[in-house]
């Protein structure tokens, strides 16, 4: 037996009201009109599910039996119906963030702070890793995005990259270091210090690395390898290695006299950071409004918050 939804939303509404006139007034249309509902819905049922006196309408046996379901049932369809609203509007679902080290410790934190905050329903995983690894999850579905390096030579034909910012990359020290002691540094003086670098595979290490051939200088023989910039920023600052990182992400501790920076003098060393995506995979609405909050951020139209050095 199928019965017409509607006919039962207009059942509801004369029983809610008590009257055919009210229930007609409610749902905008003429009372002969739910009358004639009304009489469908009855010879469809074969049960009389309506009594009508001077008082007005009151359900009978059968009505009663219907209206408690159908109470029950018109619930769960505005329930249905407003998670349907709240995903397509990304206010509930989930996303899976590949980030970089340098990404990790700078935009994609506040962005994702400020996302939670208008939709609390969302869930979401943030998946710190190299380059190649992060692209390899992203091409199998692993993680919906990446938020890190873009261009320098890593274009590739099937995806698509959207950039946030540019970084200039200085090198930093600790403040007593014999290496760093002026305003800037040639990486030639550098070559043969203790060197910590991100993890081969990363983009930032591709950067470094180039730097140096381009310098005519081999790479440098002693290095620590991490992909955590916190390691970075602490064996710096506790040693007499260095390292290269974007300014603005060693600038708090820079600020505390932690760490310093100075730039190189025979080379400028620049890194764009941006989203990446796969192109023709169309992403969610909770992804779109993630790269909205990260485009706001980097165009200033959000203020990140300054951060206190670890």
């Not at 990404?103 to 329903?121: D, M, Y």
């Not at 602490?234 to 600038?251: E, F, G, H, T, W």
Request: proline share 5%; with cysteine.
């Amino acid at each position: 037996m199928d019965i017409d939804p509607r006919r039962i939303r207009d059942f509801l509404r004369i029983v809610e009201t008590g009257t055919f006139t009210e229930a007609a007034k409610h749902l905008h249309i003429s009372q002969p009109a739910l009358s004639n509902s009304i009489r469908i819905l009855e010879e469809n049922l074969g049960v009389k599910l309506l009594k009508r006196d001077r008082n007005g309408a009151q359900p009978t046996e059968y009505g009663e039996m219907l209206a408690d379901s159908a109470v029950v049932l018109e619930s769960i369809l505005h329930g249905i119906v407003k998670k349907i609203e709240n995903r397509k509007a990304g206010a509930t679902g989930s996303l899976s963030i590949g980030v970089s080290p340098i990404a990790a410790s700078s935009i994609v934190p506040e962005a994702i702070a400020t996302l939670i905050s208008q939709s609390p329903s969302i869930s979401m995983r943030i998946e710190e890793g190299t380059e190649t690894i992060l692209v390899e999850k992203l091409f199998n579905m692993e993680i919906d995005l990446i938020v890190g390096s873009i261009g320098a030579g890593r274009a590739q034909p099937d995806i698509a990259d959207i950039r946030l910012f540019k970084d200039d990359f200085c090198v930093i020290s600790r403040p007593g270091n014999p290496l760093t002691k002026g305003k800037s540094v040639t990486l030639k003086k550098l070559q043969n210090a203790h060197w910590v670098m991100p993890d081969r595979g990363d983009a930032s290490r591709s950067l470094m690395m180039l730097h140096f051939r381009n310098a005519d200088l081999a790479m440098p023989e002693n290095i620590v390898d991490t992909n955590s910039i916190i390691a970075v920023k602490k064996l710096v600052a506790a040693s007499d290695c260095v390292s290269l990182m974007p300014s603005r992400i060693a600038a708090p501790e820079k600020a505390a006299g932690i760490l310093k920076t100075v730039r190189l003098r025979d080379s400028s060393i620049y890194q764009d950071t941006g989203v990446r995506t796969v192109k023709g995979r169309q992403v969610s609405q909770v992804a779109q409004n993630f790269i909205s909050e990260l485009q706001a951020l980097a165009n200033g139209r959000r203020e990140m918050p300054r951060r206190k050095p670890r």
